[in-house]
């Protein structure tokens, strides 16, 4: 099992960005596929990014694909969202995930983290 702390979120301008953190304790970090989820107001949870354990397959949300990058440091225990170009409809709380790997993780995540808030002005 994981336990998972995000970090970074903030309020931004349209147009500019923010890099989101995931802090994953224990050992095993590695070993999962790791990926973020957002709910914006009035919406569902939706998936937005996951990458494999190693860092070799990742997947995109269509409404992100081009401006987010995801990406994982696993010595340092941590997951990234660099979200660029960003929109007012970008605005959401922001979630980390975890899974036995990518597949599971855009469906069925096994851990989650609390949530950051992102918010985009125009």
């Known amino acids: 099992q994981v336990q998972l702390v995000e970090s970074g979120g903030g309020l931004v301008q349209a147009g500019g960005s923010l890099r989101l953190s995931c802090a994953g304790s224990?050992?095993?970090?590695?070993?999962?596929?790791m990926g973020w989820f957002r709910q914006a107001p009035g919406k569902e949870r939706a998936f937005v990014a996951a990458?494999?354990?190693?860092?070799?397959?990742?997947s995109y949300a269509d409404s992100v694909k081009g401006r987010f990058t995801i990406s994982r440091d696993n010595a340092e225990n941590t997951v990234y969202l660099q979200m660029n170009s960003l929109k007012p409809e970008d605005t959401a709380v922001y979630y980390c995930?975890?899974?036995?790997?990518?597949?599971?993780?855009?469906?069925?995540?096994?851990?989650w983290g609390q949530g950051t808030q992102v918010t985009v002005s125009s």
């Open positions: 995930a975890a899974g036995e790997s990518v597949g599971v993780v855009t469906t069925t995540p096994g851990y």
């Open positions: 224990g050992r095993t970090f590695g070993s999962y596929a």
């Open positions: 990458v494999s354990w190693s860092g070799g397959s990742r």
